[in-house]
């Protein structure tokens, strides 16, 4: 049954711990506008549903039966012993029974039975998400009576399909049934598997693709040449099957296939795949390379289908196949051991176009969330692309190249308003992992001349800044996701040809590889399976790929940092996941660009003045990162990194870090930029709406009475809601510093979601970077300074 939540949900718990038997599946977020019965003064809807079961259907019915009366006459008596319901029901808007409407919502199955209709296929193939009872004999009474009851329409499980993880408290099969099965969804159908008593879900089985239509490649026209790698891989990338043997990958790839999928390829199909690799090895073909010196871990979780492009296996639950791939690779198993056991940092540029995330957290993203915390692996994800045409308000004479700058601001205004379709797809909204959204940008140099710039617009005239092809929106709790920004291509968008005439322009994006700029440079399977072939591509697949490119040098520049320091300073690789995850966010940020997304979404008509500036980070999170900011220091800028671990024990739940401040600029007016950035891995509880069990916060840094800052460049409250905390501060007072003054930076942590298994001892790793920098102008040097301060403190 349901639990519409009027109160709050701890409320809720409050009034339900009087009732026994109830078995709670999961909390929803979602939000109820307050009604007449539930008004409160502050006008905000309330959050909540829900889920619960109990013992037996006969319980449901008599809470239900109750209710009705209840909701009927607020004051009609119950029975003797029923009282406590009263105190229940006063906190909800409604109890009801658990509905197929409830089952396929926000799952993405209808637009998918679309599909398959489309297609004039008569059997679907779906996933099959149970409750998760915690006996092993009610689940497999849940099982065996789905089963039963898909056989009645001649469907069938798909054998050695059922996955149970306790983990994430998962559940799950696929099936097969007649796509006639699936004509009433509602809660009148005579279907009756689609009423099972334990299913929770119908969802579309892993549906991440990758279309090889139009790729289009070119030789290289001269002889790759890079040092040879060594080493054992810190960086893996889970994707298609890359081809290992391309001149720009040859001896740089692990390749690991345990599961055959080499022989479902064909020549020139390992496209994907090939293209994320290089971009992991080598970043943008077109600039200057600074290829990684080890060589990675890839493992292939796709394969090609056949006639279309590349495909997730469609006979095993997606999240099976993962979880054996992360324990295959840094755990391993009695008979073998882990294959790529110092791995740190996992690349997945895949998404299931399905499930953009709105409310509800997909599997795919809780597995991820569980598997950073228990492996301890940093997963880099793509947001997800959007490819829908774009209506475009400008006066048709204004289409051309370069786009005027009143151009430039009403596309990206009509892109702000798209954003309930641009949601961010499956498993971006993964909280632990770092989420990557596109800036349309590359290195590539053009010629506009070029006919291929007939009838296409390059919508941003200097490289641009948003992407029209990225997605974005909130992560869980309305965490900031995508967290960053990194160049992906640019994408050029042709003028739908319908629209001549009107006061507007259609554009519509043009997909697949290219043999001519712009766009992100990549190594490529030629259409002959050729091993010297490059393209041009465009997506978050690739802004995701040149972040776990800069993941990978980051990691070089840790082990130097170990090498240059002593035994006592020196940093455990178990830190670099989070480490890593600080530095690379600790280069972002919004710059010029802020101002233009500020002004716009002032004039949308639902945003308060108050919210404009967390609003901003729903479409940019914190930015775009300048990878040379996170791997080089300066004289006048210096970069303090601290790893710990805490717990929410009083005792052990905060640190402190004491940066030196440099006495040269004592009493001077000059701009100071401080930038703070935290990062950890939380452990989860699926159940929970709060979802994140550990919350880690930064404090002190905007109280020191040594250095007066400005209020910071992001909203404070969406950069708490995550698991990395980044803050601009900015000021340019003539602050008076002591000798041997410092500024107090506090690492605290609390516990969040609620979860009896998980005791205080639980230590959480967490990555910390403090940047001060001045400008170039000032003749001193901050660094050296700031250096021997430490180096002082250090051996005090």
């Given at each position: 049954?349901?639990?519409?939540?009027a109160?709050?949900i701890d409320?809720f718990?409050?009034?339900?711990?009087?009732?026994p038997g109830?078995?709670?599946?999961?909390?929803?977020l979602?939000?109820?506008?307050?009604?007449e019965?539930?008004?409160?003064?502050?006008?905000?809807?309330?959050p909540?549903?829900?889920?619960?079961?109990?013992?037996?259907?006969k319980?449901?019915?008599?809470?239900i039966?109750?209710?009705?009366i209840?909701?009927?006459?607020r004051?009609?008596?119950?029975?003797?012993g029923l009282?406590k319901?009263k105190d229940?029901?006063?906190?909800?808007?409604?109890?009801?029974?658990?509905t197929?409407e409830d089952r396929?919502l926000?799952t993405?199955l209808?637009s998918?039975?679309?599909?398959i209709?489309e297609?004039?296929q008569?059997i679907?193939?779906?996933e099959v998400?149970?409750t998760?009872p915690?006996s092993?004999?009610?689940?497999d009474r849940?099982?065996?009576?789905?089963?039963?009851?898909i056989?009645?329409?001649?469907?069938?499980?798909?054998?050695?399909s059922?996955?149970?993880?306790?983990?994430?408290q998962y559940f799950?099969?696929?099936?097969?049934?007649?796509?006639?099965?699936?004509?009433?969804?509602?809660?009148?159908?005579?279907v009756r598997f689609?009423?099972?008593?334990?299913v929770l879900y119908?969802r579309p089985?892993?549906q991440?693709s990758v279309?090889?239509e139009s790729?289009e490649t070119?030789?290289?026209?001269?002889?790759f040449q890079?040092?040879?790698?060594?080493?054992?891989?810190?960086v893996?990338?889970?994707d298609g099957?890359?081809?290992?043997?391309?001149?720009?990958l040859q001896?740089r790839l692990?390749?690991?296939d345990?599961?055959?999928?080499?022989?479902?390829?064909?020549?020139g199909?390992?496209?994907?795949?090939t293209?994320?690799?290089?971009?992991?090895c080598?970043?943008?073909?077109?600039g200057?390379?600074?290829?990684?010196?080890?060589?990675?871990?890839?493992?292939p979780?796709?394969?090609?289908n056949g006639?279309?492009?590349e495909?997730?296996?469609?006979?095993?639950?997606l999240?099976?196949?993962?979880?054996?791939?992360?324990v295959r690779m840094?755990k391993?198993?009695?008979?073998?051991a882990p294959?790529?056991?110092?791995?740190?940092?996992?690349?997945?540029?895949?998404g299931?176009?399905?499930r953009?995330?709105?409310?509800?957290?997909?599997?795919w993203?809780k597995?991820l969330?569980?598997?950073?915390?228990e492996?301890?692996l940093l997963f880099?994800?793509?947001a997800?692309?959007?490819?829908?045409?774009i209506?475009f308000?400008?006066d048709p004479?204004?289409?051309?190249n370069?786009i005027?700058?009143?151009?430039?601001?009403?596309?990206?205004d009509?892109m702000?308003?798209?954003?309930f379709?641009?949601?961010?797809?499956?498993?971006?909204?993964?909280?632990?992992?770092?989420?990557?959204?596109a800036l349309?940008?590359?290195?590539?140099?053009i010629?506009p001349?070029?006919?291929?710039?007939?009838?296409?617009?390059?919508?941003?005239?200097?490289?641009?800044?948003?992407a029209?092809?990225?997605?974005?929106g909130?992560?869980?709790?309305?965490?900031v996701?995508?967290?960053?920004?990194m160049?992906?291509?640019?994408a050029?968008l042709?003028?739908a040809?319908?629209d001549?005439?009107?006061?507007?322009v259609n554009?519509?994006?043009?997909q697949g590889?290219?043999?001519?700029p712009p766009?992100i440079?990549?190594?490529?399977?030629g259409?002959?399976?050729?091993?010297?072939?490059?393209?041009y591509?465009?997506?978050t697949t690739?802004?995701a790929a040149?972040?776990?490119?800069?993941?990978?040098?980051?990691?070089?520049?840790?082990?130097?940092?170990?090498?240059?320091s002593?035994?006592s300073q020196?940093?455990?690789e178990?830190?670099f996941?989070?480490?890593?995850?600080?530095?690379?966010?600790h280069?972002?940020?919004?710059?010029?660009?802020?101002?233009l997304?500020?002004?716009?979404i002032r004039?949308?008509?639902s945003?308060?003045?108050n919210?404009v500036?967390a609003?901003t980070?729903a479409?940019?999170?914190?930015?775009e990162?300048?990878?040379?900011r996170?791997?080089?220091?300066?004289?006048?800028?210096?970069t303090?990194i601290?790893?710990?671990?805490l717990?929410?024990h009083?005792?052990?739940s905060?640190?402190i870090?004491?940066?030196?401040l440099?006495?040269?600029?004592?009493?001077?007016?000059?701009q100071?930029?401080?930038?703070?950035t935290l990062a950890w891995f939380?452990?989860?509880?699926?159940?929970?709406?709060?979802?994140r069990?550990?919350h880690?916060y930064?404090s002190?840094?905007?109280n020191?009475?040594?250095?007066t800052?400005?209020d910071g460049?992001y909203?404070?409250r969406?950069?708490s809601?995550g698991t990395l905390q980044?803050?601009v501060?900015?000021g340019?007072?003539?602050?008076a510093f002591?000798?041997?003054?410092?500024?107090i930076?506090?690492?605290?942590c609390?516990k969040?979601?609620?979860?009896?298994?998980l005791?205080f001892?639980?230590r959480?790793?967490y990555?910390?970077?403090?940047?001060?920098?001045?400008?170039?102008t000032?003749?001193v040097?901050?660094y050296?300074?700031?250096?021997?301060a430490i180096r002082t403190q250090?051996?005090?």
């Open positions: 049954m349901v639990f519409e939540i109160d709050s409320e718990y409050k009034a339900i711990k009087e009732v109830m078995f709670f599946l999961k909390e929803q979602e939000e109820f506008e307050p009604d019965d539930f008004y409160k003064g502050d006008h905000k809807p309330y909540g549903r829900v889920i619960a079961s109990m013992v037996n259907k319980s449901i019915d008599e809470i039966r109750l209710w009705n209840f909701d009927k006459d004051d009609a008596p119950f029975d003797t009282a319901f229940l029901f006063k906190k909800l808007n409604k109890v009801r029974h658990y197929v396929l926000d993405g209808s998918y039975l679309e599909e209709r297609m004039g008569d679907v193939r779906f998400e149970f998760y915690e092993r004999e009610r689940r849940a099982f065996d009576e789905f089963h039963r009851l056989k009645e329409v001649g469907g069938n499980v798909i054998h050695g059922r996955l149970e993880l306790a983990s994430i799950a099969c696929l099936a097969d049934a007649p796509v006639s099965a699936f004509e009433n969804i509602t809660n009148q159908t005579n689609l009423r099972a008593s334990h119908f089985p892993g991440s279309s090889a790729n070119v030789e290289l026209e001269s002889e890079a040092e040879e790698p060594f080493g054992d891989p810190f893996a990338v889970f099957l890359p081809l290992e043997n391309h001149e720009l001896g692990v390749v690991d345990p599961d055959g999928f080499a022989s479902k390829y064909v020549a199909s390992r496209i994907h795949g293209g994320v690799a290089s971009t992991i080598h970043g943008d073909l077109n200057e390379r600074q290829s990684l010196v080890r060589p990675i871990y890839a493992r979780v796709m394969h090609y006639f279309d492009g495909e997730f296996p469609q006979d095993r639950l999240i099976d196949l993962l979880h054996s791939a992360f840094v391993g198993n009695h008979q073998e294959v790529a056991p110092r791995v740190k940092v996992v690349n997945s540029s895949l299931d176009r399905f953009p995330f709105r409310k509800e957290m997909s599997s993203a597995f969330d569980w598997a950073a915390y492996y301890n880099i994800v793509s997800g692309n959007f490819v829908s045409p209506k308000t400008i004479a204004e289409f051309r370069p005027s700058e009143e151009g430039k601001k009403s596309f990206l009509q702000l308003r798209q954003d379709n641009r949601k961010i797809l499956s498993p971006a909204e993964s909280i632990n992992s770092l989420t990557v959204g349309n940008k590359d290195m590539a140099e010629d001349s070029n006919p291929m710039f007939f009838a296409r617009i390059n919508v941003s005239a200097d490289h641009g800044y948003l029209p092809y990225s997605r974005f909130w992560g869980m709790n309305g965490s996701k995508p967290d960053i920004l160049p992906g291509g640019r050029l042709r003028r040809p319908a001549r005439g009107t006061d507007h554009l519509n994006f043009e590889g290219f043999t001519n766009g440079r990549v190594a490529s399977a259409p002959e399976g050729q091993t010297n072939h490059v393209s591509q465009f997506g690739f802004s040149q972040t776990t490119h800069l993941a990978g040098n980051l990691m070089e520049v840790l082990l130097q940092l170990n090498q240059e002593g035994p020196q940093i455990a178990s830190y996941p989070v480490l890593v995850k600080a530095l690379i966010a280069g972002a940020n919004l710059g010029e660009n802020y101002s997304f500020r002004d716009l004039e949308f008509p945003v308060e003045n919210q500036k609003r980070a479409y940019t999170g914190y930015g990162v300048n990878a040379p996170v791997l080089y220091c300066t004289a006048h800028r210096v303090l601290g790893i710990g671990e717990t929410w009083e005792q052990e905060a640190h870090f004491k940066f030196p440099p006495t040269s600029i004592s009493s001077q007016v000059v100071k930029t401080l930038v703070t939380s452990p989860c509880n699926v159940w929970s709406n709060k979802y069990i550990a880690l930064l002190n840094f905007r020191n009475e040594d250095l800052l400005e460049m909203d404070f969406k950069t809601r980044h803050q501060y900015e340019n007072r003539a602050d002591i000798e041997g003054g410092f500024l930076v506090k690492v605290n609390r969040d979601a609620s979860d009896s298994e005791k001892w639980k959480i790793k990555g910390l970077a403090v940047t001060l920098e001045i400008p170039d000032v003749e040097d901050i050296e300074e700031i250096r021997e250090v051996r005090a």
